[in-house]
C-alpha cells in the first residue's frame, strides 16, 4: 500500500489535473437503448436472483450495501456504467480501477457480484452483464437500507478497459468544493440537483480517517462542528502520528439506514467531508439539503431518480461492449 505521503502527492495531482477529465467515451451507447425488464424474455429469473444475492449478504453485512452503491457510482463515473470498476489486474494490466486510490482498499462488496455472476451463469450462461448486475445491486441495496423503490432499466454490456488514472481523474474527492463538483458532475450528465440527490448516499457506509483528517489537523477546521471535530480527533490521529488509516461511519446517528440524516449532518456541520460542507455554499444547493432534511419521502424519490439518471452515463449497448463469463473480474 502507498504511504499517506504519497497518497497526498497523488491527490494534488489529482486536483491539478482536474482539467484533463476524459471526455465522453468514443464508443458509448445510447441510455435511451436500456430498458426496464430487458431480461425478462432472455433471462426471466435474472433480477431476482440478484435480489436474492444481495438480500443475503446485506441481511448479513449492511456495510456491504452502502459498497454496492458506492461501487454504481464508482463504476458510471469512469467510463460509463460498464463494469471496469471489477476487472482484476493482468500481466498485462497491472493498474485497473479497482487498485486507484478511490478505490483501494475502500470499496467494498466484489464478493456479492461474484456470487450474483455465479448464479446466473448457471441459470442462464452468457446472458446478463456485469454492468447490469453493479446497477440492480445498487436498487436492491437501496431498498434494503433505505426502503427506497425504484425500477432501474437494463441492457448494458461490459467494457474491456480499466485504467487506474482514469478513475483518479473521474471519481470526485472528499476536498472538492461545491464548484469542482458541479464541473465534474457536468461532464457526466448530471447536474447540481442530482449531486446533492446522490450525496444522501454519504449517510451509510464508512471512511477512512485519511479522506477528512485535513480537516481536523493541525487545527479543527472552522466548517466542521468543533466538538464533531474533538471527538473525531480520539478516532483518528493525527497523520503524522498514525500508524494505521482508521475507520469510522460516514453518519454517527444512523450509521445502516440511507436516510434524510446526512443532510441533518450536513446543516449541523457534523459531516465528514469538506465537499460535503460545499453542499451550503450556493442558495439552491444550500435550500435542496434543507428540503431534505424536513421532507424524507422527497429525499427518496429524488435519490431514486439521480440513481437512474446516473446508470444511463455512457453505456455500452453495442460492439466493443459483451457479457463477460464466466466471471467479472476478467474480460473474455
Not at 464508512?206 to 477546521?221: A, G, M, V
Not at 441533518?264 to 450556493?282: G, Q, Y
Request: glycine content about 6%; proline content about 6%; overall charge negative.
Amino acid at each position: 500500500m502507498e504511504s499517506k505521503t504519497s497518497i497526498l502527492i497523488t491527490c494534488l495531482i489529482f486536483a491539478t489535473a482536474f482539467q484533463l477529465l476524459l471526455p465522453l467515451s468514443e464508443a458509448s451507447g445510447r441510455g435511451s437503448e436500456l430498458k426496464v425488464g430487458y431480461y425478462k424474455d432472455k433471462c426471466q429469473k435474472a433480477e431476482s436472483i440478484v435480489t436474492s444475492t444481495v438480500s443475503s449478504y446485506v441481511k448479513s453485512y449492511p456495510g456491504l450495501g452502502g459498497g454496492l452503491i458506492r461501487m454504481f457510482f464508482h463504476d458510471c463515473f469512469v467510463r460509463g456504467c460498464d463494469a471496469s470498476v471489477l476487472l482484476d489486474p493482468t500481466p498485462e494490466n497491472n493498474q485497473t480501477e479497482k487498485l486507484a486510490i478511490p478505490n483501494f482498499p475502500s470499496l467494498r462488496g466484489f464478493e456479492v457480484i461474484d456470487a450474483a455472476k455465479a448464479e446466473l451463469e448457471k441459470e442462464c450462461k452468457g446472458v446478463v452483464s456485469c454492468a447490469d448486475i453493479i446497477a440492480l445491486a445498487a436498487r436492491d441495496a437501496s431498498y434494503l437500507l433505505g426502503n427506497i423503490f425504484y425500477k432501474i432499466p437494463t441492457g448494458r454490456l461490459d467494457g474491456r478497459v480499466s485504467n487506474s488514472t482514469e478513475a483518479l481523474l473521474n471519481l470526485p474527492p472528499p476536498f472538492f468544493n461545491l464548484t469542482q463538483l458541479e464541473a465534474l458532475f457536468a461532464t457526466k450528465g448530471l447536474n447540481a440537483f442530482d449531486l446533492v440527490a446522490l450525496s444522501g448516499a454519504h449517510s451509510i457506509g464508512r471512511s477512512h480517517c485519511s479522506s477528512f483528517t485535513s480537516r481536523l489537523y493541525p487545527t479543527i477546521d472552522p466548517t466542521m462542528d468543533q466538538n464533531f471535530g474533538a471527538s473525531l480527533r480520539k478516532l483518528c490521529p493525527d497523520p503524522k502520528n498514525a500508524t494505521n488509516d482508521g475507520v469510522v461511519p460516514q453518519d454517527f446517528v444512523t450509521p445502516d439506514k440511507l436516510d434524510e440524516q446526512y443532510y441533518k449532518n450536513v446543516e449541523s456541520l457534523t459531516a465528514l467531508f469538506f465537499s460535503d460542507w460545499s453542499l451550503l455554499t450556493s442558495s439552491e444547493t444550500s435550500k435542496q439539503v434543507d428540503t431534505y432534511t424536513k421532507e424524507p419521502e422527497t429525499f427518496k424519490q429524488d435519490f431514486a431518480n439521480a440513481m437512474v439518471k446516473m446508470g444511463n452515463i455512457e453505456v455500452l449497448t453495442g460492439p466493443p461492449g459483451e457479457v463477460r463469463g464466466p466471471t467479472c473480474r476478467f474480460v473474455n
